[in-house]
């Protein structure tokens, strides 16, 4: 009986085993949803799964907004200063034109020769010293000319760069702006598919937390300007949910917090993420109205503490900045601006 060997696999069988390999990283990352549709009784959770992914998306879009918000302004110092620039190198270039005219009218003939038909020796000798020091202030000149022109060339491919990292955040934004508004209209979709009960239950729930959380640090705001963005927070009480939004009509999350804080005087960083960091962090124990409360383990979401265990925060789309345990989520931080 003939012994089998173990074919060796051929490079196409290689390759298929890669790409399947590839396809799975693929879906992995893009999030794919399974063909099949989740049962009734997990879809709650799917809706949930969605705003998650959605408001996550959301602080991608901001931080790349106000990023290109940022160059937008530095493309436009830099256009301005090198038109600056480019007027002074064209007097430059009109004040040596016309001191080399004068100079080729009146400097066509050799200096010796010139003193010698002079009719005036003296004279001529004081305005050959004059000449000279013309020349050398003119090789100043020249030289000054070309250090500007050099300047003018850095600063125009500095802007170049800016400029294209410009165009690369739009397409960021236009593409976190596209997986957002994927995700909530699936997110509506699966919501608007339940039953009305469920609904509701969906609206408790999501209201659910920890009630053990009421007495906290003190009720006490820890400083004026904290009194003033809790002030502020309660006067959104009911506005939109609007991602991307940062008042005064409607809000998301990391929104809410920046305008509370701006109408205090203080600017906050656009992200829930970036607000996380904007202050001294302290434990849930110690917190005090003003204090920035983040959620998840990405500070993909960002509330206000306002005292008595509660968050004034804009929670997704549908539901209106109000106010939530405090305990809603897994908190990952407490920062005090």
């Not at 089998?4 to 879906?27: C, E, K, N, Q």
């Not at 593409?175 to 609904?199: C, F, G, Q, W, Y």
Request: charged share 25%; proline share 4%.
């Amino acid at each position: 009986m003939g012994s089998h060997r173990r074919l060796a696999p051929t490079g196409f069988d290689r390759g298929a085993t890669a790409a399947v390999g590839l396809f799975s990283v693929a879906a992995a990352l893009l999030g794919a949803v399974p063909a099949t549709a989740a049962p009734q009784d997990d879809r709650r959770a799917e809706v949930d799964r969605l705003y998650t992914e959605a408001e996550q998306a959301t602080e991608a879009y901001n931080k790349a907004e106000a990023r290109t918000d940022a160059l937008r302004e530095e493309v436009s110092t830099a256009q301005e200063a090198i038109a600056r620039q480019q007027e002074r190198i064209n007097s430059m270039r009109d004040a040596l034109g016309s001191l080399a005219g004068a100079q080729y009218r009146s400097g066509g003939i050799d200096l010796s020769l010139a003193l010698l038909l002079s009719a005036e020796p003296d004279d001529y000798l004081e305005r050959a010293a004059t000449l000279d020091r013309v020349t050398t202030h003119q090789a100043g000149q020249l030289k000054e000319l070309q250090e500007a022109m050099r300047d003018l060339a850095q600063d125009r491919a500095e802007a170049a760069g800016k400029l294209a990292e410009l165009e690369k955040g739009r397409k960021a934004v236009a593409a976190h702006k596209k997986t957002v508004e994927r995700k909530l209209a699936e997110a509506r979709r699966l919501l608007n598919s339940l039953p009305d009960e469920e609904r509701a239950d969906h609206a408790r729930g999501s209201r659910s937390g920890r009630t053990d959380l009421t007495a906290l640090g003190g009720d006490a705001p820890a400083s004026g300007r904290a009194a003033a963005a809790v002030a502020a927070a309660r006067s959104a009480l009911g506005k939109p949910y609007v991602w991307g939004a940062n008042g005064p009509g409607g809000f998301d999350c990391s929104g809410l917090t920046q305008w509370s804080y701006a109408q205090a005087g203080v600017g906050l960083p656009r992200t829930s993420q970036a607000q996380s960091g904007a202050g001294q962090r302290v434990s849930l124990s110690e917190a005090r109205p003003g204090d920035l409360v983040a959620y998840r383990d990405d500070a993909s979401h960002i509330g206000m503490y306002v005292g008595n265990g509660q968050v004034i925060h804009a929670p997704y789309p549908g539901a209106p900045v109000r106010y939530d345990p405090v305990g809603m989520m897994p908190v990952s931080s407490v920062t005090r601006v």
